[in-house]
């Protein structure tokens, strides 16, 4: 197998597993969305039982609501960063925006650091660079 092969397969592989990182985290981001609901119910609660000892403290469902949001929009924009490194490293685009996404997937530990590391790898090589329409480094 040529280099050119084994490059344009493992930036197939990584595009797919970008995807699918970032279908995992999408799916991660729903329980940033539970927090909220509990969140709002805690609130609801507390509005209709102010008077009710036993009424949840407002501060409660504040807090889960903002957790909930926070977490919510975190995971999201890192469910789209994903999305789109696989979508750049398919079209051979946007070589700094991939390097930059695989650098922050190594805080993810374990798979994200696996697939981050991998990705500047083979982002590493002058043949991929190439593809991307990045010139080499002269050695």
Do not use: W
């Not at 925006?97 to 002058?126: D, M, N």
């Amino acid at each position: 197998m040529s280099m050119v092969d084994q490059d344009e397969e493992h930036l197939k592989l990584l595009s797919i597993l970008y995807y699918v990182r970032g279908g995992l985290t999408a799916f991660g981001a729903c329980f940033g969305g539970i927090y909220a609901v509990v969140g709002g119910g805690l609130l609801i609660a507390a509005a209709t039982q102010q008077g009710n000892q036993n009424a949840p403290p407002v501060a409660l469902g504040a807090v889960f609501v903002l957790l909930g949001a926070f977490i919510l929009l975190l995971v999201t924009a890192i469910s789209l960063l994903s999305f789109f490194a696989g979508r750049f490293l398919a079209l051979r685009q946007r070589y700094t925006f991939c390097f930059v996404v695989a650098v922050l997937s190594c805080l993810s530990f374990p798979l994200g650091t696996a697939l981050g590391i991998f990705t500047i790898i083979v982002l590493q090589r002058p043949s991929v660079k190439a593809k991307f329409g990045q010139t080499p480094a002269p050695a």
